[in-house]
């Protein structure tokens, strides 16, 4: 099962079964929510073995910010691992998920044993540092159109065919992303419609070509 994760990549075929003695394997509905932001962390690591997950903030108001999508190989709820502080963020899933939960002195048993395991973990919390850096420069720096340009950017994922789509996205999610109205990212996304920049089937989105710069 952990064959498809990055964390444990670098382990034997052997290490890989030894370390999935001690993982719990749970099965969750779309909508179940596994990570609370602000909860004490349970000493869980969490690893997606399939389905896919939102990574979000909110506030007392219950207004939303959407960090991140999470997809099968993923792993989350490494920082409050090392430092035992509250959840920075909630995650839930958004369609039916298998995931695994490894608990803190198992896994830390492990990296003593190899030590890999640690490089990976700390290479896992730069990338998503990184990426929390670029949204809140964009959020800064971008206007409202330039958001959604980068967002769709970095949704997109290149098939086998050279086709550029995202998985499943809706207008809703997208506007939580870029911190607009879901109004105005409809209005504009018709507008790249319009003008053959992209297609949209099945809430999934495809660049058709190169975005324009300006809206």
Request: charged content about 25%; hydrophobic content about 40%; some cysteine.
């Given at each position: 099962m952990l064959k498809n994760v990055p964390l444990f990549e670098s382990l034997s075929d052997q290490d890989r079964t030894e370390l999935e003695a001690g993982m719990h394997v749970h099965h969750f509905p779309k909508g179940s929510t596994l990570v609370n932001q602000s909860d004490v962390s349970n000493?869980?690591?969490?690893?997606?073995?399939?389905?896919?997950?939102?990574?979000?903030?909110?506030?007392?108001?219950?207004?939303?910010?959407?960090?991140?999508?999470?997809?099968?190989?993923?792993?989350?709820?490494?920082?409050?691992?090392?430092?035992?502080?509250?959840?920075?963020?909630?995650?839930?899933?958004?369609e039916d998920c298998k995931i695994g939960l490894f608990p803190r002195s198992y896994l830390f048993d492990c990296i003593q044993r190899n030590p890999?395991?640690?490089?990976?973990?700390?290479?896992?919390?730069?990338k998503r540092m990184r990426n929390t850096t670029v949204q809140v420069s964009s959020l800064a720096l971008l206007d409202v159109y330039?958001?959604?340009?980068k967002t769709l950017a970095n949704l997109v994922k290149t098939q086998?065919?050279?086709?550029?789509?995202?998985?499943?996205?809706?207008?809703?999610?997208?506007?939580?992303?870029?911190?607009?109205?879901?109004?105005?990212?409809?209005?504009?996304?018709?507008?790249?419609?319009?003008?053959?920049?992209i297609s949209i089937e099945n809430h999934r989105i495809e660049i058709k070509k190169r975005l324009p710069e300006r809206w």
């Amino acid at each position: 099962m952990l064959k498809n994760v990055p964390l444990f990549e670098s382990l034997s075929d052997q290490d890989r079964t030894e370390l999935e003695a001690g993982m719990h394997v749970h099965h969750f509905p779309k909508g179940s929510t596994l990570v609370n932001q602000s909860d004490v962390s349970n000493n869980l690591l969490y690893i997606v073995l399939s389905g896919r997950l939102k990574v979000f903030m909110s506030n007392e108001d219950g207004r939303e910010v959407l960090l991140d999508f999470l997809h099968e190989g993923d792993t989350f709820g490494e920082l409050s691992l090392f430092d035992e502080q509250p959840r920075s963020a909630s995650v839930m899933t958004v369609e039916d998920c298998k995931i695994g939960l490894f608990p803190r002195s198992y896994l830390f048993d492990c990296i003593q044993r190899n030590p890999n395991i640690a490089i990976e973990l700390l290479k896992t919390v730069i990338k998503r540092m990184r990426n929390t850096t670029v949204q809140v420069s964009s959020l800064a720096l971008l206007d409202v159109y330039g958001r959604i340009a980068k967002t769709l950017a970095n949704l997109v994922k290149t098939q086998a065919d050279g086709r550029e789509i995202s998985e499943p996205v809706t207008h809703q999610e997208i506007s939580t992303m870029v911190g607009a109205s879901r109004e105005m990212v409809t209005r504009i996304l018709n507008d790249l419609k319009k003008g053959g920049y992209i297609s949209i089937e099945n809430h999934r989105i495809e660049i058709k070509k190169r975005l324009p710069e300006r809206w």
